[in-house]
């Protein structure tokens, strides 16, 4: 059930790019405020940068609970409501993704419909 959120999630990591961090000189060369502009704008994408990486590992983390307490159930060591919880928590974060997903390809359908 998870293996293609596991795959995304893993090309996710393999593929971002790393966040380049300002040279020293090129910040002392740069007037006041646009090196506080740029400094700004670098921290925004490094914390949303940051903020998609703790998503993407707590949708993994829920996915691979429900997964577990359903097969602890299988066994007979989980009872029912820890399988109903789990089972829930995991279609909760599915539709979650899988909304947020249709929004991205929306915004890049809409941007790539925009004249230049």
């Given at each position: 059930m998870i293996e293609p959120i596991g795959r995304a999630a893993a090309a996710y990591a ?103």
């Amino acid at each position: 059930m998870i293996e293609p959120i596991g795959r995304a999630a893993a090309a996710y990591a393999a593929h971002r790019a790393p966040l380049a961090s300002p040279t020293p000189a090129a910040s002392a060369a740069a007037p006041v405020g646009e090196s506080t502009a740029a400094a700004s704008a670098q921290a925004t994408e490094s914390s949303f940068g940051a903020f998609l990486d703790r998503q993407a590992s707590q949708a993994m983390d829920t996915l691979k609970e429900g997964e577990r307490v359903s097969l602890a159930a299988v066994a007979g060591k989980a009872s029912a409501h820890e399988v109903v919880r789990s089972v829930l928590a995991a279609e909760m974060t599915v539709q979650t993704v899988v909304s947020i997903r249709d929004r991205m390809v929306q915004a890049y359908q809409d941007v790539m419909r925009m004249a230049v």
